[in-house]
Each structure stands twice: as structure tokens, then as C-alpha cells.
């Protein structure tokens, strides 16, 4: 049984930083391509990044553009997000996934129903 488990949420103020990670059981990310979602109180869960299996590849919500960054320490086996210039509407909770894809492309990566492991999430809160 694949376990994910996000760390690293938290509250912070708006132009501060956060680092996610997502730890996996039973997987090893580096074969898997990883995403990170979020879903805020009273919206539909969104793609915020992913990175392709081959980490060759990385897919970014135009909202978080130039602000996040995904990135892979395969040595820990952790997929991590670093949140900065975080903005109050950032507030939601975070959630990472794997998937099996091969795919490199961004249309495939964001899709939810694109990967079947998923977290139980981790909260963040940006203050205005």
C-alpha cells in the first residue's frame, strides 16, 4: 500500500516562504511523476505543479508561476514544493499524487485523474 505524506504547511505571512515535501512508502518517487494540488475552502481542487517521471519536464498554474518551484531529492525519496512571495489567496490545502505516466506534457501532468496515489494533505495559510 503506497503512502504519501505531505509535511511542511503551516500559517505565514503574505510575501513569506514555505517548503513542502512529500514523502512516499512503498514507491520510489523518482520513477514516478509527482504533482501538487491544492484546494481551498469552498473551490474545486487545482493543479498548482508537477514534475514528469524523468524530471526532465515541469508543469506550472500560471498563479504560482515564477513563485513555486518543484524539484526531486531522489536520495530522500521526497518530491518537494518551495512556496515563496506566498499571497493570502495561496491559503488551501496541499496535496501531492504520483503517477505512472511517461508523459512530459503539462495538459497530461495537471490532471487529477491522471495520477492514483494521493496524500491526506497538508494545510497553508498566508496572512494578509
Known amino acids: 500500500q503506497v503512502q504519501l505524506v505531505e509535511s511542511g504547511g503551516g500559517l505565514v505571512q503574505a510575501g513569506g516562504s514555505l517548503r513542502l515535501s512529500c514523502a512516499a512508502s512503498?514507491?520510489?518517487?523518482?520513477?514516478?511523476?509527482v504533482g501538487w494540488f491544492r484546494r481551498a475552502p469552498g473551490k474545486e481542487r487545482e493543479s498548482v505543479a508537477a514534475i514528469s517521471t524523468s524530471s526532465d519536464s515541469t508543469y506550472y498554474a500560471d498563479s504560482v508561476k515564477g513563485r513555486f518551484s518543484i524539484s526531486r531529492d531522489n536520495a530522500k525519496n521526497t518530491v518537494y514544493l518551495q512556496m515563496n512571495s506566498l499571497k493570502p489567496e495561496d491559503t488551501a490545502v496541499y496535496y501531492c499524487?504520483?503517477?505512472?505516466?511517461?508523459?512530459?506534457?503539462?495538459?497530461?501532468?495537471?490532471?487529477?485523474?491522471?495520477?492514483?496515489?494521493w496524500g491526506q494533505g497538508t494545510q497553508v495559510t498566508v496572512s494578509s
Open positions: 499524487a504520483t503517477s505512472s505516466t511517461s508523459s512530459r506534457l503539462g495538459l497530461i501532468l495537471r490532471r487529477a485523474a491522471t495520477y492514483d496515489y
Open positions: 512503498e514507491r520510489t518517487l523518482n520513477r514516478y511523476a
